[in-house]
Each structure stands twice: as C-alpha cells, then as structure tokens.
C-alpha cells in the first residue's frame, strides 16, 4: 500500500466519522502538513497521520508539533498504519490508532477528543484561510464570496425568487457554527 492511497482511505473514514470539511496535505502556518484533517460539528477537529513503515512512524516523533503537541492541530489525532505496523504504548499521549486490514479500516485505539489547544485551533483557522484563498485564486475574476452566493443568482434568474427545493442562506442549518466547549465567549477582564 502507498501513502497515498493510506491518505485517500483516511479521506474516506473521515467522512464516514461524520467530518462534513476535509482537507488532505495541505501546510500550516505552524510548519505541520496534515495527511487529512476533517472538521465536524462545532468546529471539532479530527487529525489522521497516515504512515506505511514502522521507521516513518518513529521519525515522525522528531516534528515539532509532536515534541510539543500543545502546537498541533486536532481535537482527536490518529495514526492510520496497516495493521501490526504500531503498537498502541507506542503512540503519543491520548492519540488514537486506525489500522488498514484487507482494505478496512479498523479504530485500533481512540483518541482523547481535546488534544486541540488555543494555538492549534489558530493554526487550524490559517490551514482553513489559506485554502479558501486558495480557492479564491483558481475561481478570479470572481469573488469566493460571489461564488457563494450563486443561490442569490439563481433567484435573479428567477424572477426574485428562490427555486423550489432550496432554501435561503439565512434558513440553512450550518452545524459547523453549533457552539462547542472550546467555542464559548471568553468571560470579559
């Protein structure tokens, strides 16, 4: 198996876990370059280091956002290995273990669900930011926000009003912007 097919598997169980955004290798301001990150409701992030040999894995302690996790991305982490490949009292404190079996992917062992500090969710904010810019790039002379707003141009198109089967922006549910422990207001000094 190649990394590269560990990281589309990986794609793939973040989604079955229920991550509704998901980006694969892009870099961090922090110098950390996800093998996949997803995100799902209130902003929870879920972290999925792929690794093909034990001897990746090992070298893999030396970044620094393992020899300081506090600077890492991720409210759950993971290695994803093929079966055998990690043993569980090998992993850093409170990640979790997914492992590969005849092209299943198995949860080996969790992961704690706040590993992600302050820090990391601002380093999680630049990866999102620098995608969408991104996006913004390849989609010029257009606007990410005008191309947002296409259901605006479909009710211009439609005489005002919305078609059948959509719903305005304002009605959308939006799990993403839920609140969550690490999203409460910060008490006022």
């Known amino acids: 198996m190649t990394h590269s097919q560990l990281v589309s598997k990986a794609i793939h169980w973040l989604r079955r876990y229920r991550c509704g955004v998901i980006l694969s290798e892009q870099a961090c301001v922090s110098g950390e370059m996800p093998d996949a990150i997803g995100w799902k409701r209130a902003c929870h992030s879920v972290l999925v280091e792929c690794k093909i040999t034990h001897s990746d894995f090992l070298a893999d302690r030396a970044k620094p956002s393992r020899l300081k996790p506090q600077q890492g991305v991720g409210c759950e982490r993971f290695y994803l290995a093929p079966a055998g490949l990690i043993r569980g009292e090998e992993l850093p404190k409170g990640w979790g273990l997914l492992e590969v079996a005849g092209g299943r992917i198995t949860l080996a062992q969790v992961s704690r669900t706040n590993l992600r500090s302050a820090y990391g969710l601002r380093c999680e904010m630049n990866l999102l930011l620098a995608s969408l810019r991104r996006v913004e790039v390849r989609i010029e002379p257009q606007s990410i926000t005008d191309f947002l707003k296409w259901k605006n141009r479909m ?33 006022a000094n």
Request: aromatic share 10%.
């Open 155 to 187: 009710a211009e198109y439609n005489r005002g009003s919305i078609p059948e089967g959509l719903t305005t922006a304002e009605e959308e549910f939006n799990l993403f912007l839920e609140n969550g422990p690490d999203l409460e207001p910060e008490a």
